[in-house]
């Protein structure tokens, strides 16, 4: 009966543990948006819709050597994105007259000189009559004000979402 009580004890230990974990590692996953705000600065605004329109352009002539300069370096090691799979884990277009236009952005500081900004858009085509809208695109730019810096994560738009859901309350 004692072995019995032991492993029952045992068990339950377990099960705390791992329960305990679960639930750390999934409060961990949520993300704390207090901190974002509406990008405002039309300075900043076009900022990043010209960095926006250098990727999607790069993307459209399938340069691929300056798409991997461009994008930030955790999401390649990440998503393992190489020359040969770049435009697996990056859109690809085919029209010559593409433009990015940015819809909404926000950002929060991730200190004094790091901005991450959360960017919605179309991608558009120019026509005889002005633009077609060919496709929505996220992304999430990383710019380093103090450098002159930036990097690009492709978004599948997610987390614009949540932002925008939280934006909202």
Sequence with gaps: MKFYLKDVILIMIVVFVLSSVFILTSNKKRKDFSSIKVVDNSTQYYDVS?????FVHNS???NKKVLLNM????FKNEKK?????????VKKYSDDNITFFGNKMYYEEINKNI???????TIQSATMEGYDIIDNYYAI???DKSK?????????????????KWMQK
């Design 50 to 54: 010209s960095i926006m329109n250098k």
């Design 60 to 62: 459209n002539i399938k």
């Design 71 to 74: 994008l930030d370096s955790n």
């Design 81 to 89: 994105v190489t020359e040969k799979n770049i435009f697996n884990k």
């Design 115 to 121: 901005l991450k900004v959360y960017v919605s858009g």
């Design 141 to 143: 730019v990383l710019m």
């Design 148 to 164: 002159k810096l930036f990097s690009i994560i492709p978004d599948d738009g997610k987390t614009f979402m949540e932002v925008e």
